[in-house]
């Protein structure tokens, strides 16, 4: 998939735009992004860096980073993604000037949205004001109890498996892998630490079983609390892995939420509990198989 971050960079062809921030890429959004799939021109999304709320100044949790949200939009099968800077001046154009300066000269024909889409100065526009513009607008059906918001509450809560229902796929967190303390390591369980996103959402704090490069992986989200930390820390023991992955950005499955984290009375309690997270995350299943 192309991405485009200037007007500039898009040729002006037919298309079948679908807008929105689409943090998350859910199942809400995969309808949309199909939508504008079958539409027959070129599929292009038109989404926005920063989140517009957080331009705004309000505090927003993502479910994904940009990163990740474009390489989702690119395996729904869309062929371009238009990266629009969100800032106030943009937040200020009424939206008749929204349309003449990023959907016309690109070349938009159709574009697709859902129910609720609104946009432009005051979220005055819809649909229905880009269909009086001359645009085949085209409302897709909202999937019921469907929301960003809504899986931002169950992976707060550590409700893995129900978001992952919301999504379509298991929840994720990402980030890139650094230096620890190297503790796990000498435990018999080497972690690989992560360094997130500081606006993206971070699930409760616990045990899970997931998956990350490709190996399953035991999760620990949280501080640490045997050793009596207080820096949240994200973790991922890869089962059968040997390597190096300092540096690499590293996207990590959430498969199933195994237990709270805790202290314990001895490390060797410890060691043994890690051995049995270990064992449970062998037998785990993730909540859906691509």
Do not use: C
Not at 98 to 108: N, W
Not at 196 to 216: C, K, Q, S, T
């Amino acid at each position: 998939m192309k991405v485009a971050r200037d007007l500039a960079e898009l040729e002006q062809r037919p298309r079948a735009v679908a807008i929105g921030t689409f943090d998350g890429v859910h199942l809400g959004h995969r309808r949309v992004l199909e939508a504008a799939w079958a539409a027959g021109l070129v599929s292009t999304v038109v989404t926005f860096d920063p989140h517009p709320r957080i331009a705004f100044g309000y505090e927003v949790e993502l479910v994904t980073t940009l990163e990740r949200r474009l390489e989702l939009i690119g395996e729904a099968g869309i062929e371009e993604t238009l990266v629009v800077e969100f800032d106030l001046e943009l937040a200020q154009l009424e939206p008749h000037e929204f349309a003449e300066a990023v959907l016309g000269p690109i070349g938009t024909e159709v574009v697709v949205a859902g129910a609720d889409f609104r946009f432009g100065r005051g979220r005055s526009g819809d649909l229905v004001l880009l269909q009086e513009l001359g645009f085949d607008a085209r409302t897709v059906p909202l999937v019921e109890g469907v929301s960003s918001s809504r899986i931002r509450d169950l992976l707060r809560g550590g409700e893995i498996e129900r978001a992952a229902t919301l999504l379509g796929r298991p929840p994720e967190v990402e980030g890139t892998v650094v230096t620890g303390d190297a503790r796990g390591g000498t435990l018999g369980f080497p972690t690989a630490n992560l360094r997130l996103d500081p606006e993206l959402l971070v699930p409760a704090y616990g045990i899970y079983a997931g998956e990350a490069d490709g190996h399953r992986a035991a999760i620990s989200i949280g501080t640490n609390p045997h050793y009596g930390g207080a820096e949240r820390r994200v973790e991922a023991h890869l089962l059968d892995f040997s390597g190096d992955l300092y540096g690499r950005r590293l996207v990590v499955q959430l498969w199933r939420k195994l237990r709270d984290e805790r202290a314990f009375s001895s490390e060797a309690e410890l060691v043994a509990q890690l051995a049995r997270d270990v064992e449970e995350t062998r037998a785990a299943e993730p909540p859906f198989r691509r």
